[in-house]
């Protein structure tokens, strides 16, 4: 369940009820059973939706953070290309989460194995990828100007198309890197890798959350290619590798 619902509103107290009567039902009709409620990357009425968080975590075993398209609503004068899951955000959505008494042991942090391919309508100063201007709930820009791509696509075209190379990003701690398609146009693409996924991970170690869940495990090249057994190992090396924190996938 991921629809908008207005602060404040009596959809907000019926979603209460709903998740409390499927968390009850569930227990008692199948004991052992787990309920679970996926949020977005921050409590701030992302996307519209002004959920009571707070409340939703005493009805379920855990929330589910979505620490991705963290770029749905982009806010300022540009429109830019810009990393899917940036750490500093992510940590930002987590503590405020953290902030309103939920217990790090009734959160999840959920991170991408998946990427944004945007197309550059212009390029400027430090490798900004300018992209089309696409309206989302009130912000000027949104992501919905790119298209999200596979972990093991991304790989295919950095190994294909890039002549920069895999680049990275200090202020979001993530990996992205650019190339020009059969048509000659510029993409930039921005994803997550195990180097920035190692860095979510740790912090979600260190704030002592449940654990942690990926969107999701088919977006892996699983085939023979050596290339492909290598890389798909490394992304759930990094996901096991780290400590004390357990792991779910979809």
Not at 3 to 32: C, D, H, R, W
Request: hydrophobic share 35%; glycine share 6%.
């Amino acid at each position: 369940m991921e629809g908008p619902i207005s602060k404040g509103s009596k959809q907000v107290m019926l979603l209460n009820e709903l998740t409390a009567n499927v968390y009850q039902t569930f227990k008692k009709k199948l004991p052992g059973s787990q309920v679970t409620f996926d949020v977005a990357w921050s409590p701030d009425c992302i996307d519209g939706r002004c959920y009571d968080v707070l409340t939703l975590s005493k009805s379920v075993d855990f929330l589910a953070i979505m620490a991705y398209d963290e770029m749905s609503q982009i806010f300022g004068p540009e429109c830019a290309a810009y990393a899917n899951s940036p750490f500093n955000k992510t940590k930002s959505g987590v503590s405020k989460y953290l902030d309103l008494g939920i217990p790090p042991e009734k959160l999840v942090l959920g991170l991408p194995w998946y990427g944004y391919d945007y197309s550059c309508i212009a390029f400027t100063g430090v490798d900004t990828c300018h992209i089309k201007r696409v309206p989302y709930l009130g912000a000027n820009c949104s992501d919905a100007a790119g298209k999200q791509i596979s972990y093991s696509t991304i790989n295919d075209l950095l190994l294909t198309r890039t002549e920069s190379g895999r680049k990275w990003d200090e202020g979001s701690q993530s990996p992205y890197f650019d190339y020009i398609d059969m048509i000659n146009q510029k993409h930039q693409v921005w994803y997550d890798d195990p180097e920035s996924l190692a860095i979510k991970l740790q912090y979600a170690v260190e704030a002592g959350l449940k654990g942690a869940a990926i969107w999701n495990s088919d977006l892996l090249d699983y085939s023979a290619l050596k290339r492909s057994v290598t890389q798909t190992k490394d992304m759930w090396v990094t996901l096991a590798g780290v400590k004390e924190i357990k792991h779910t996938h979809h």
